[in-house]
C-alpha cells in the first residue's frame, strides 16, 4: 500500500485547501484549517499557504471550483510546492482530476491523519488497527491507482480490459488482507479481554478527550508515571493502564487516543476494540483543552465519538485542563456587537452552564500542576462510591480513614 509518511529530513512545503460552506461558515473553516496545519505538521509536513472558496458544496469533479484549482495550480509551479492537502475526504473520481491538474501528491484529512497514525503505532495491536484502516480507506478509491492502463472497447461483457482485470485482482487482495487483519484482531481482542479478567474488581477509570489536551500528562501526574507525552496529535495511539492508589483508596487509570474532528470513520471502526479500556471504565473523565477557542465543539465530538462506541452512559467528570494558557480580549466600551467566548473572562466563564455541572467538572493546569490536590480529592470521593458497592466491608475502613485524616482520635476498640 503506498503511504506518504514523511520524515523531518524530508520535510517538503503543502498547501492546504478547505472550502466556505452552508454548513461550515468562514470562522469554523478557518479553525478547522488551523487543525489541518497541526496536523500536517505533526506528520513533518510545512504548510506554507492556505486557500479557500465560498461553495454551496463541494465540487464533485476538483471538490474546487476549476478557476481556484488553476489558482492553486500556479501557485504550485512557481513556489515548488510537493504536496496539496485538502480538508475534506476526497472521492477517488475527485483525487483522480486533481492529480491529473496539479501533478503533485494530493492528500486528504482522511489520508493525512491515517499515516500519522501509522507514524505513531507503536504495538503490532495499534499497527494491525491502522493497516487495517488503510486498506478500508484504501478499497473503495483502487480506481485511482489504474488510470494509466486502457480499458479494450467492445467485445462484450465477458471481453475485459486489462485494467478492470487488474484492478479487480488489487480488490480481491486488498479484501483478504482486510478479512486477515480482522481475524487477527479478534485474536488480540480475546487475549486483552483475558487480561482485563485478570484485574478483577478494581474500579476503572479511563482518561477520555480531543486530541492534544494534555490527557497523557495528566496521567503521568496522577499515576507518577512516564507516559509519552508531546505536543503533537494522537502522541498516544496505545491505551495504558496504570494502578493508581489515593490516600489508601486503589483504582486503575487508562489513557488512549484523543479524538478529533471529521475522525475517519475507518479508524472509529478498526479502533473500536483498544476503546473497549472506555467502554468498561466506571467513571470517564473528560480532558478539555478550555484554552482553545473551540473547545465546547471539542466537547461535542468526543461526545458523539462516545455514543459511536456505546460508551456514553457512564458518570463522567469534566476536567477544564489549561487554564495557565487561558486568554480573553476585554470588549471596548463603545464596541456593541454582541460578546462572543473571546471576550469572556475565565472566572465569568466558570459562572455560565458550567456552573450547573457542579462537582462533575473541575478546573486545573496539568502543565503547571494548579488545582490537582483538589482533582485527586475529588477523584477519591467518586472512585469510592462506587469501591464500596463492590466492597461493602471497605466502607468502614474508608469512614475510619478519614476520620483519622480530620484528626478525629479513634479508640483501639472503636
Not at 461483457?157 to 486489462?162: F, N
Not at 481482542?189 to 487480561?195: A, E, G, I, L
Request: proline residues 3%; glycine residues 4%.
Amino acid at each position: 500500500m503506498k503511504e506518504f509518511i514523511i520524515t523531518e529530513s524530508q520535510t517538503e512545503k503543502a498547501v492546504l485547501v478547505g472550502l466556505i460552506t452552508q454548513e461550515q461558515n468562514e470562522q469554523k473553516a478557518n479553525e478547522y484549517l488551523d487543525e489541518l496545519r497541526f496536523l500536517a505538521q505533526t506528520a513533518g509536513i510545512e504548510p506554507v499557504k492556505r486557500y479557500t472558496q465560498r461553495l454551496e458544496r463541494a465540487n464533485i469533479t476538483t471538490f474546487v471550483g476549476p478557476g481556484k484549482l488553476l489558482e492553486i495550480k500556479q501557485y504550485v509551479i512557481d513556489n515548488e510546492i510537493g504536496i496539496v492537502i485538502f480538508d475534506d475526504e476526497l472521492s477517488a473520481k475527485q483525487l483522480r482530476n486533481i492529480e491529473k491538474e496539479l501533478q503533485v501528491m494530493i492528500l486528504d484529512r482522511t489520508s493525512l491523519i491515517l499515516d500519522i497514525f501509522a507514524s505513531r503505532a507503536q504495538t503490532a495491536y495499534a499497527k494491525t488497527q491502522v493497516e487495517l484502516a488503510q486498506y478500508q480507506y484504501m478499497l473503495p478509491r483502487l480506481t485511482r491507482l489504474w488510470t494509466h492502463l486502457e480499458r479494450q472497447g467492445g467485445g462484450g461483457r465477458y471481453l475485459r480490459g486489462p485494467g478492470e482485470t487488474q484492478l479487480e485482482t488489487d480488490r480481491r487482495i486488498i479484501q483478504s488482507k482486510v478479512a486477515r487483519l480482522k481475524q487477527d484482531l479478534l485474536a488480540i481482542d480475546r487475549q486483552m479481554v483475558t487480561q482485563r479478567k485478570n484485574r478483577g474488581k478494581m474500579v476503572r477509570v479511563a482518561l477520555v478527550g480531543y486530541t492534544n489536551v494534555g490527557k497523557s500528562t495528566l496521567m503521568n501526574i496522577l499515576s507518577k508515571s512516564d507516559v509519552f507525552a508531546e505536543n503533537k496529535l494522537f502522541a498516544t495511539l496505545d491505551t495504558t493502564v496504570r494502578k493508581v492508589i489515593i490516600d489508601n483508596l486503589p483504582f486503575l487509570l487508562s489513557d488512549t487516543v484523543g479524538f478529533i474532528r471529521k475522525l475517519p470513520a475507518e479508524l472509529v471502526e478498526s479502533f473500536k476494540s483498544t476503546l473497549d479500556e472506555v467502554r468498561e471504565a466506571d467513571l470517564l473523565l473528560h480532558v478539555v483543552d478550555i484554552s482553545h477557542p473551540g473547545f465546547e465543539e471539542q466537547m461535542e465530538v468526543v461526545s458523539r465519538t462516545l455514543s459511536e462506541i456505546d460508551s456514553s452512559k457512564q458518570d463522567v467528570i469534566v476536567i477544564f485542563n489549561k487554564i495557565d494558557a487561558f486568554t480573553f480580549t476585554p470588549k471596548s466600551e463603545d464596541d456593541l456587537t454582541p460578546r462572543t467566548r473571546e471576550n469572556i473572562p475565565l472566572d465569568e466563564l466558570q459562572q455560565t452552564w458550567m456552573s450547573k455541572m457542579h462537582d462533575n467538572c473541575i478546573f486545573i493546569s496539568a502543565a503547571e500542576q494548579t488545582n490537582i490536590s483538589s482533582l485527586k480529592e475529588l477523584l477519591y470521593r467518586r472512585v469510592k462510591e462506587i469501591h464500596v458497592t463492590r466492597y461493602p466491608y471497605n466502607d468502614f475502613l474508608f469512614n475510619r480513614y478519614d476520620e483519622e485524616e480530620d484528626g478525629i482520635s479513634l479508640d483501639e476498640n472503636s
